[in-house]
């Protein structure tokens, strides 16, 4: 067990430009999620997978952002022409199916997006 | 709709000194409630949970009640340790939309300092 992890650690980009972060989860779970936190708040939920379909989406995720999981393994997160509003830290967890409600997420250490 | 207030940080406290972080939810229906714990340059990691009324979630020497009549799920422990510093998240799992899925709602965190 490897944990989750994510890729890059840190990003700093000009506002307008695209940009997409990686997560790999721990191989044996089923559910992805992706969280945002900005400085001094609790992670605020993205989007979640089953496998790789995507059964969740925030109304927190505008148009500008997309995620995928492909082949139900790792994920992608991108954000196009991003705002200087974007900057936070993206997390990505994981777990396995069967949970019913206790929702045990293995969270990554993120990745610290700065936009200028 | 579904939140989680939790008192504002940071709390410092000597060594062997008794901690309470509280924390008040609302919520629809019957949420299982968290406390998560992110060390410095670590991943959120799940510290203990409850899943009903009057469950006592403990780990690591911490404990906390689910009390519904109070809606409350305060964290203690009896006597912190300098390794204790970190911030904590209490959180619960809240229903999405339409769907009946859920995912964790969390508050804004309270940073913990322990001097020695």
């Known amino acids: 067990d490897t944990g989750v992890s994510q890729d890059p650690r840190h990003k700093i980009t000009k506002r307008g430009q695209n940009v997409t972060f990686r997560c790999d989860p721990i191989?044996?779970?089923?559910?992805l999620y992706w969280y945002r936190q900005t400085l001094g708040q609790g992670p605020e939920f993205l989007t979640y997978f089953q496998n790789e379909a995507q059964l969740e989406k925030s109304r927190l995720l505008s148009d500008r952002f997309s995620a995928e999981r492909p082949k139900g393994s790792f994920s992608t997160l991108e954000i196009q022409r991003t705002e200087q509003g974007d900057s936070a830290m993206y997390l990505c967890?994981?777990?396995?199916?069967?949970?019913?409600?206790?929702?045990?997420?293995?969270f990554g250490s993120g990745t610290q997006l700065s936009v200028l | 709709g579904n939140s989680v207030t939790q008192m504002e940080g940071p709390v410092t406290l000597s060594e062997e000194a008794f901690l309470t972080i509280n924390c008040t939810y609302t919520a629809t229906g019957y949420p299982s409630l968290f406390w998560y714990v992110q060390y410095p340059g670590e991943g959120l990691q799940l510290l203990l949970k409850a899943t009903k009324a009057d469950d006592k979630g403990s780990n690591k020497g911490f404990e906390a009640t689910y009390r519904k009549e109070t809606t409350s799920f305060h964290l203690e422990k009896g006597s912190v340790q300098v390794s204790d510093s970190a911030v904590y998240f209490c959180a619960l799992t809240a229903i999405l939309g339409d769907t009946g899925r859920r995912a964790l709602t969390f508050g804004s965190g309270t940073r913990l300092q322990v001097q020695p």
């Open positions: 191989s044996e779970h089923n559910r």
């Open positions: 967890a994981s777990s396995p199916t069967r949970q019913g409600t206790n929702e045990k997420l293995f």
